[in-house]
């Protein structure tokens, strides 16, 4: 364990907002010395140093590691967690944050998660899972609808289609099994009931056994404004929620996040680092929508700036199942946090656009951008994803936050740059 007086070198894996965020978050800590991050974006070169490794390559980020005498490795992306990065880490004798590949199931399967909802009495929708297109269609021919539908594997946050009538669904069902939208993750889908209701976001650092929720937030999934168009990986996020009652709280440590924590133990799959619970608010009590086995991403940039504990010593604690002897802190200041993307986005868009404005976008201590799809190009900061930065504003009640946060966004310009205008306004 390491003492308050040693200087940690930290490996954050990763390179988008959610990653800016920690990095920004521990780039505040005493306890760090130095961060690296592999392989970061624009925003995050400006305060750590960025390393030319894929975030899938494992080797290459042990060897990184190694190389660079890391104290802590922080892996936050969904797929090097589901491949077993930090099992390769711990095998090298490297510390590190995040749930180990059989854990991380939890998330890298949702067959695998509805299962264990069932099986341990934890409140989610009604459902079946398939391996069979053929099956999935006779299924749907006596459903209600609308209907969800869910690619098993890992879809970058868009393997999920509520369909409207049979022939959405049937549709769905074609793409994802049959024409392979997503890949391997297609192999297998769960159709589930459709729930009506508010949806929260809670993040929760947990050791094994203790689990302490973060504050809440709240997603906004589809590409335009009013909820319409397609799903994304998350086009803005606020904290807290006004859904998110200490009743609810309390409902949800007992019935949902404590019980889900020890169902993992009680299998064999212990589950360290965070995870994300994907609520929603039905008249018969909070279900689980969707399990995370890391940082959300947008809603980490919408949280993390108001976590007043230092964010290396939660590491610390949760790497060595002490998370019980530390007190978390949040700030009661509101974050509403708005994503800054490309033309097009989920879908086809353009990269490589000049970005400008981004410093004229910060207030003291207001608000911050984090970048996620950029990267710096002969002196200059281009676009270089679909979602291209994020835009956090704190205030000291929400409709402030909210109007920082677009002023922030009106400050910055690049050729098709596009945004949700009705983030938080619900």
């Not at 490297?94 to 069932?118: D, N, Q, W, Y």
């Not at 360290?272 to 609520?279: D, H, R």
């Amino acid at each position: 364990m390491k003492t308050k007086k040693e200087k940690m070198k930290i490996l954050v894996v990763g390179g988008g907002g959610r990653e800016h965020a920690i990095v920004w978050k521990l780039s505040r800590s005493p306890l760090v010395d130095k961060i690296y991050c592999a392989p970061g974006n624009g925003g995050i070169a400006e305060i750590a140093e960025c390393l030319p490794v894929s975030a899938m390559d494992i080797v290459g980020m042990v060897s990184a590691a190694i190389e660079n005498k890391i104290s802590l490795v922080v892996v936050t992306p969904d797929d090097p967690l589901a491949a077993g990065m930090v099992d390769e880490m711990e095998k090298a004798g490297i510390r590190a944050f995040g749930p180990s590949k059989i854990a991380a199931e939890i998330e890298s399967s949702k067959v695998f998660s509805k299962k264990l909802m069932k099986e341990y009495g934890i409140p989610t929708a009604g459902f079946e899972t398939f391996a069979s297109s053929e099956k999935a269609m006779e299924y749907l021919e006596n459903c209600d609808f609308p209907i969800v539908i869910k690619a098993d594997g890992l879809a970058l946050g868009k393997g999920v289609v509520i369909a409207g009538d049979l022939k959405e669904a049937s549709q769905a069902v074609k793409e994802i099994m049959t024409d392979k939208t997503f890949g391997e993750a297609g192999n297998r889908i769960v159709i589930e009931e459709f729930l009506k209701g508010p949806e929260v976001s809670v993040l929760a650092f947990t050791d094994g056994s203790t689990v302490v929720p973060m504050v809440s937030s709240q997603d906004h999934k589809r590409a335009y404004d009013g909820d319409k168009g397609p799903n994304t990986g998350g086009m803005g996020a606020f904290s807290p929620s006004s859904h998110y009652t200490n009743e609810i709280a309390r409902y949800c440590m007992t019935n949902i996040y404590k019980k889900t924590i020890d169902a993992m133990a009680d299998i064999g799959r212990k589950f360290k680092g965070v995870i994300y619970f994907g609520l929603i608010l039905t008249k018969e009590g909070p279900k689980v929508l969707e399990y995370n086995a890391r940082f959300g991403d947008p809603e980490t940039q919408a949280v993390l700036p108001r976590l007043k504990t230092d964010l290396a010593e939660i590491f610390e604690a949760v790497i060595d199942e002490r998370l019980d002897e530390i007190e978390i802190k949040w700030s009661d200041e509101p974050v509403v946090c708005v994503v800054i993307a490309s033309g097009g986005y989920p879908k086809k868009y353009q990269k490589g656009y000049e970005i400008h404005g981004i410093q004229d976008a910060g207030r003291d201590g207001d608000t911050v951008v984090f970048h996620a799809g950029t990267k710096s190009e002969n002196g200059r900061l281009v676009t270089s994803g679909g979602r291209v930065l994020g835009v956090a504003s704190t205030g000291p009640d929400f409709r402030t936050a909210l109007e920082r946060a677009y002023e922030g966004v009106q400050k910055i310009s690049f050729t098709d740059m596009y945004y949700r205008k009705d983030i938080g306004r619900k």
